[in-house]
């Protein structure tokens, strides 16, 4: 069974900084794209960033130069580093693992975790 777990939300002022961490279970870790992606309230949930098992990252524009994806397979974990955080990054984060079956793409999630920033 597949597991997604992440951690390291909470509560930050402006312009400070958090790492959400994803570990993964039930899956090929080491071949699979993973991704962070948030939604807030009243809103579309929205990609913020991508690394593919060959270590190739993707950013949303509005978190460049702000947020690091990362990926650690020996501990089977993504991770985001998010510093100078604004209010408007306050959203539920999930982590998402892609990867080949012999069904099509599979595309998994967690249950989210929440990070909020003060104003």
């Known amino acids: 069974q597949v597991q997604l777990v992440e951690s390291g939300g909470g509560l930050v002022q402006h312009g400070g900084s958090l790492r959400l961490s994803c570990v993964a279970s039930?899956?090929?870790?080491?071949?699979?794209?993973m991704g962070w992606y948030r939604q807030a309230p009243g809103k579309q949930r929205e990609l913020v960033a991508t690394v593919t098992y060959g270590r190739t990252t993707n950013y949303a524009e509005t978190v460049k130069g702000r947020f690091t994806i990362s990926r650690d397979n020996a501990k089977n974990t993504v991770y985001l580093q998010m510093n100078s955080l604004k209010p408007e990054d306050t959203a539920v984060y999930y982590c998402n693992a892609r990867y080949p079956t012999q069904w099509g793409t599979q595309n998994d999630w967690g249950q989210g975790t929440q990070v909020t920033v003060s104003s």
């Open positions: 039930g899956i090929i870790f080491s071949t699979s794209d």
